[in-house]
């Protein structure tokens, strides 16, 4: 006799198969049409409001090797967000852009290499945290954007983060943090393309680690301006990750576990492309789950014909990302 | 310029208007239909599907002043609870039941024995009530010890495993809350069907602080019950979870573009609401409550049995208060 409605949940859970998983048969374009409808639908989508981006540069600054710039952005009405870009010198003619995301950290400046608070040190020199700082030096524009929940994003001061909060104030209203961020990162494109020229459109890349591996995948779902997603330690089934170890609440999408399942949303980024990263010892997002999801991804890929566009990159440690092994792939992919 | 998304989510929530929201023009039968179908689905009721209830009687004592006996049901496909019947001694005919909810901050020891007015138990037997207290998910026994990890066992006074068991749920659709609220009307279920001497005519439910919010939840959605005393557990979104970190047991996803917690008055009336809060309440803020309260007054107006709903405030801490017992009567 069971008593445990943890028990109960995880059985429901591993017992559903989601209802928007592709079949392998029906026609994929249809599939996906339909699949982006239930997603956006899911994170809560329209329920985020355009307005006038008030795009400001707080600052350019000339630094060693490359340009700097902070801008802001009004993504909805009356919510800002900052982020800040690094343009390598040297290079001329339109550059990609890779847009990178912190997961849960004491901010933004983690991907810039910047510490500001006790703690910061150790996850910029432990496990690749720095992205801006690693992009910038393979080439690419780094652009580094303060999600909501993180950094000067959470709304109270001090350290961490604070997604608890944030998180059940847009649940109730039938938003989602995901979706919020997901919003936010289609608007910072939006001013990215309007205002700095020198960004080609058509090599536009995102990655993110942990809670930015996740945001990255989400996003790369519904923004088909994302040409190439790396999401890192993130990809992985509902019953490897946040339905059997306790993750922050800003995973949560209410209701996503009847339509999707992790793998399955890899197939609305098809034929874009996917780098899926991961670590063998990953004990927030479970091997096996990462190697189901990548599984379904990989289907998804071979049935539009594009195999040769998504890839796994195994890291052999935990929950970080691999720079090295990832970024070889990256210019393999993008030709560059 | 805000780079606050609290800020930002907040002004949403105060400036959305519930879909749902009586109109106090059309039917109010009508309305009440329409809302519990759309509370239910809320809730993730309308996702829990019945099953055979292996009604099974665990124990029964005689204790000095009443009998008890606990009994085990299914509510759903592979999960059980138990729940606990005590009856006064000496009392024939039908009784009244009053469902007692503990969980958060009591447990089933305290239901009887507790100080500050915990012993919800004991109250209702005090009032020649039988009691039904209804194990409930994620509290006490409804639980799987290692469902709490070793970070989290030095903080917890009492066992509670919310978290986890919440979030699988709201991956699936479903709600802590409602399944709490379905549990308590599988348990009522049983009660009716094996215990002839049950007045299926009297039944009310009670609760404090969280457990004064399902207190409230179930009465919205099940209509056998009489009466509800929803203690320090409603106030309005905005003032209470909306601002304040609660337990995610709390939280219903996107109920707030249709209900504010004082709509739900709506469902419950004409039966008898009685809500108690404290001018000392930091949770469900006196304000909140004071708002949420003023809608019930409306809604019951509009039911015709302004009578019907009393408001209590008392100047003590968060706790049961047992004059509310008289209101119900």
Redesign the interface.
């Known amino acids: 006799?069971?008593?445990?409605?943890?028990?109960?949940?995880?059985?429901?859970?591993t017992s559903?198969t989601p209802e928007c998983r592709y079949d392998g048969e029906s026609d994929f374009i249809a599939w996906q049409k339909k699949a982006k409808a239930k997603l956006a639908e899911l994170l809560g989508m329209d329920k985020y409001e355009r307005c006038d981006p008030e795009f400001n540069i707080e600052y350019t600054e000339e630094c060693e090797g490359y340009t700097e710039y902070r801008f802001?952005i009004q993504s909805?009405p009356?919510?800002?967000?900052?982020s800040v870009m690094r343009v390598p010198h040297g290079k001329s003619g339109k550059q990609p852009l890779m847009i990178c995301l912190q997961g849960h950290s004491n901010g933004f400046h983690i991907s810039l290499g910047k510490p500001i608070y006790p703690g910061d040190e150790d996850d910029i020199n432990g496990g690749d945290r720095d992205f801006c700082v690693r992009a910038v030096k393979e080439g690419y524009i780094a652009l580094a954007v303060?999600q909501?929940?993180f950094g000067?994003?959470?709304?109270?001061e001090g350290s961490g983060t604070?997604c608890?909060?944030?998180n059940?104030?847009?649940?109730?209203?039938?938003?989602t943090?995901i979706g919020?961020r997901v919003w936010d990162i289609s608007r910072c494109i939006d001013a990215v393309l309007e205002h700095f020229d020198f960004v080609d459109p058509d090599r536009i890349c995102l990655m993110g680690n942990s809670g930015g591996g996740t945001a990255t995948y989400y996003a790369a779902c519904l923004e088909e301006r994302i040409a190439l997603a790396m999401p890192s330690c993130a990809v992985c089934s509902?019953d490897n990750s946040?339905?059997v170890?306790?993750?922050c609440?800003c995973n949560?999408?209410?209701?996503?576990?009847?339509y999707f399942d992790m793998g399955d949303m890899g197939g609305m980024i098809a034929p874009r492309k996917l780098i899926v990263v991961h670590g063998v010892t990953d004990v927030g997002f479970y091997k096996p789950g990462v190697d189901k999801s990548y599984a379904i991804i990989e289907k998804a890929y071979e049935k539009v014909g594009v195999p040769e566009n998504c890839y796994l990159v195994t890291g052999p440690e935990g929950h970080r990302f691999y720079a090295d092994l990832s970024w070889p792939v990256v210019h393999k992919m993008m030709k560059d | 310029m805000n780079f606050s998304p609290i800020k930002k989510n907040r002004e949403v929530l105060i400036n959305t208007a519930p879909a749902m929201r009586y109109d106090f023009k059309m039917d109010f039968t009508a309305w009440q239909k329409q809302a519990r179908e759309k509370l239910v689905e809320l809730l993730g009721i309308d996702m829990m599907i019945p099953t055979e209830p292996s009604f099974t009687i665990v124990s029964k004592t005689s204790i000095e002043t009443y009998d008890e006996t606990v009994y085990s049901i299914a509510s759903e496909k592979n999960y059980s609870f138990t729940s606990t019947l005590r009856t006064p001694k000496g009392v024939s005919g039908k009784l009244p039941v009053a469902i007692c909810l503990f969980g958060h901050a009591d447990d089933l020891l305290q239901s009887v024995d507790g100080t500050d007015g915990r012993d919800l138990c004991k109250q209702a037997l005090d009032r020649g009530y039988a009691s039904l207290s209804v194990e409930q998910r994620s509290f006490d026994n409804c639980f799987a010890v290692r469902d709490i990890t070793p970070e989290e066992a030095p903080t917890r006074t009492t066992w509670c495993a919310c978290y986890r068991s919440s979030m699988r749920a709201f991956l699936l659709g479903r709600t802590t809350i409602g399944e709490r609220v379905w549990d308590i009307m599988r348990s009522l279920d049983a009660l009716l069907a094996n215990f002839d001497n049950i007045d299926d005519e009297n039944i009310v439910i009670v609760g404090n602080n969280g457990n004064g919010t399902a207190a409230y939840y179930a009465a919205a959605v099940d209509e056998r019950i009489g009466a509800v005393i929803a203690s320090n557990g409603v106030a309005t979104y905005e003032s209470s979870i909306a601002t304040f970190s609660h337990c995610v047991c709390n939280y219903i996803p996107n109920v707030a573009s249709y209900f504010d917690m004082g709509d739900f008055g709506g469902l419950i009336a004409p039966r008898k609401l009685v809500l108690v809060g404290t001018i000392k309440d930091n949770w469900f803020p006196e304000r909140g409550l004071r708002a949420a309260y003023a809608m019930i007054e409306k809604l019951y107006a509009a039911a015709g049995a302004s009578d019907n709903s009393k408001l209590v405030i008392n100047d003590g801490e968060r706790r049961f208060d047992p004059h509310a017992w008289e209101l119900i009567k």
């Not at chain 1, 006799?1 to 859970?13: G, H, R, V």
């Not at chain 1, 000067?152 to 109270?156: A, L, V």
């Not at chain 1, 949560?252 to 009847?258: C, G, R, S, T």
């Open positions: 006799m069971n008593f445990s409605p943890l028990i109960k949940n995880f059985d429901l859970i559903i802001t909805e009356g919510y800002y967000f900052p303060e909501r929940g000067e994003c959470k709304g109270i604070n608890y909060q944030n059940f104030r847009a649940i109730m209203m039938g938003r943090m919020e509902w946040i339905a170890k306790r993750h609440l949560l999408v209410p209701n996503i576990a009847n």
